[in-house]
């Protein structure tokens, strides 16, 4: 089954303790991207990746990292979490960019993340 | 930057009507316009992708239309139905200098009352 799996799906954390929140697709896509969602903000691209080793910063890239090694990951890095970074994220990915592509983009399940 | 709105933002009708979402966006050099659902604590699924070039694109009971120079979308919900309750996004698709990406809605919150 072609999908895209986040993990992990709940986490609670403390401000300054280093997280990483998982992504992987099985469809053998070239571009990934990361969003947050908050309340009435809608939804925020982080930082996208064109394809292994490309990547680059969205609307909120401040305070986050990635990497695209391999094809199917990318990880979503949080050095320093703080109490601003509570939110709602989604990993996301096409066959092509959205500028090229007739595909349309698959959403993982999201993962909420809170900082105390 | 590209400014999307989406209007209502909430809407209850009675199951069994047509409605129409709407979505306008500042800058109207998009590549392509997608329409995604959302369900409470779940992700975001495609329901249509309306190419640049592309007037109108249909699913079902779902019909999205695009008038690029306008800046505007609209989608319309044929004989609406419990089921279709969800938070609908509009994303076009435009990037400046190679970067290609998707810029969201606030989105509009569904309620089809059985």
């Known amino acids: 089954e072609a999908q895209v799996t986040q993990n992990p799906r709940y986490l609670i954390t403390v401000t300054g303790k280093k997280l990483t929140v998982t992504c992987s697709q099985n469809?053998?896509?070239?571009?990934m991207s990361w969003y947050r969602q908050d309340p009435g903000l809608g939804l925020r691209q982080i930082y996208y990746s064109m394809n292994v080793e490309v990547t680059d910063k969205g609307d909120v890239p401040e305070g986050y990292k990635v990497s695209r090694k391999e094809k199917r990951n990318f990880p979503l890095i949080l050095e320093s979490p703080s109490p601003n970074q509570t939110s709602l994220y989604f990993c996301a990915s096409s066959l092509f960019p959205p500028r090229t592509s007739t595909d349309t983009q698959y959403f993982g399940p999201g993962t909420r993340l809170t900082v105390l | 930057k590209q400014e999307v709105t989406q209007i209502p933002a909430a809407l209850s009708v009675p199951e069994g009507e047509n409605l129409v979402l709407n979505c306008s966006f500042t800058d109207s050099a998009i590549y392509n316009l997608q329409w995604f659902r959302q369900d409470p604590g779940k992700g975001l699924t495609s329901l249509l992708l309306i190419q640049s070039s592309q007037r109108e694109q249909t699913s079902g009971r779902l019909n999205a239309s695009l008038d690029k120079s306008s800046g505007r979308s609209t989608l319309y919900i044929a004989a609406s139905q419990p089921g279709d309750s969800a938070t609908y996004l509009c994303?076009?698709?435009?990037?400046?200098?190679?970067?290609?990406?998707?810029?969201f809605g606030t989105g509009t919150r569904l309620t089809v009352i059985p």
């Open positions: 469809m053998n896509h070239e571009y």
């Open positions: 994303a076009p698709g435009w990037g400046q200098t190679g970067a290609n990406n998707l810029f």
